[in-house]
């Protein structure tokens, strides 16, 4: 018998998951975030307020609901290896926030340590979902949309743009100079001429947006198309390769890295460009609902709608991410990830 066949079949060699049949396996991380979340919810419920504060009996009910699910996710998603692989890794993080919303609990709504209405506890937040969630789905809605198509126009400009000055020495000759007098120039130090130049805010919102995206598209796809190999010229040449060919299929496809880093740099620009272009003018949007509630001294709507932008711009990142996967899918067999 060889000796990796011996190493194999010995049982005191094998890791404990190896050993424990898959139905007697427990995640623990998920138990210690279930003990986190019942304890906030114990607090919630047990410790009186300091104050009037609603909705501490629903807040509590949700803690104590999520505490269950994690509970029996603890016991049961080992059994699941599809569910088990994607959240095995969440553990810290759920412990993390549950220990994080008992002191918020604690400090804000219990004690009063921090001075209001700067600060609001988590009932707060809650209440503010609760009243206001047909405000925050339609601005979130028009912030979606808003930043969508400035941030498509800027890539598709910036990629273009990119890719022009990349391979071509004319418009190298005169794309070089703009990109270095507009590169360090904020988007928003272009709100005012854009105000004035265009015919709404909405508009002149979706410009700013796509200058604040456009611009590090442009740059990294530049660089990416500069920087790619000559022998990759040269044997795409050699095979009769035209010139429309070694733009197409041999360039963009070597400049896509570069691309991606430019689209990442491109969303967090147009990000702060869109809170504060809905501040300028625009009827609906999660930058003016900000505005909105900072005015009226509505914290606690301020801090909801902040959360709902948080997941907005998450959602959005992830999805970028999801779409570079797909499309350098070639470099997992060059790259480790």
Not at 133 to 143: I, M, N, R, Y
Request: charged share 10%; aromatic share 12%; net charge neutral.
């Amino acid at each position: 018998m060889s000796t990796t066949s011996t190493i194999d079949q010995t049982p005191g060699l094998l890791s404990g998951a190896e050993r424990t049949p898959a139905s007697f396996r427990l995640w623990t991380g998920g138990l210690l975030a279930a003990v986190s979340w019942a304890v906030a919810a114990l607090i919630t419920t047990l410790i009186p307020d300091g104050d009037d504060w609603g909705h501490t009996q629903e807040l509590s009910q949700i803690l104590g609901g999520i505490a269950a699910v994690l509970a029996l996710a603890g016991l049961f998603a080992p059994r699941v290896p599809v569910v088990f692989d994607r959240i095995r890794t969440l553990g810290p993080w759920l412990v993390a926030i549950g220990l994080v919303l008992s002191g918020w609990e604690i400090i804000t709504a219990k004690l009063g340590w921090l001075p209001r209405p700067f600060f609001v506890p988590p009932q707060e937040i809650l209440e503010v979902y609760g009243d206001e969630w047909q405000k925050l789905a339609d601005c979130t809605f028009h912030s979606v949309l808003l930043l969508s198509t400035g941030y498509l126009i800027g890539a598709f400009a910036g990629f273009t743009t990119g890719v022009a000055v990349g391979w071509s020495r004319a418009a190298a000759y005169w794309g070089h100079p703009l990109l270095r007098f507009i590169g360090p120039l904020p988007a928003t130090a272009w709100l005012p001429i854009a105000f004035f130049i265009f015919p709404s805010s909405w508009s002149a919102s979706v410009f700013l947006i796509a200058l604040a995206t456009a611009v590090p598209v442009a740059i990294l796809t530049w660089s990416g198309v500069s920087s790619v190999s000559s022998s990759y010229y040269d044997i795409a040449r050699t095979l009769g390769a035209s010139q429309r060919f070694l733009v197409l299929k041999v360039a963009i496809p070597a400049a896509m890295p570069s691309v991606f880093v430019g689209l990442f740099m491109g969303m967090s620009s147009s990000f702060a460009v869109l809170v504060v272009a809905e501040m300028m003018g625009v009827k609906s949007g999660l930058g003016w609902y900000l505005q909105w509630a900072q005015g009226w001294a509505a914290y606690g709507n301020m801090y909801a709608a902040l959360v709902v932008m948080a997941l907005m711009c998450s959602g959005l990142v992830t999805l970028l991410f999801k779409v570079r996967d797909h499309l350098l899918a070639w470099q997992k067999g060059l790259l480790r990830w």
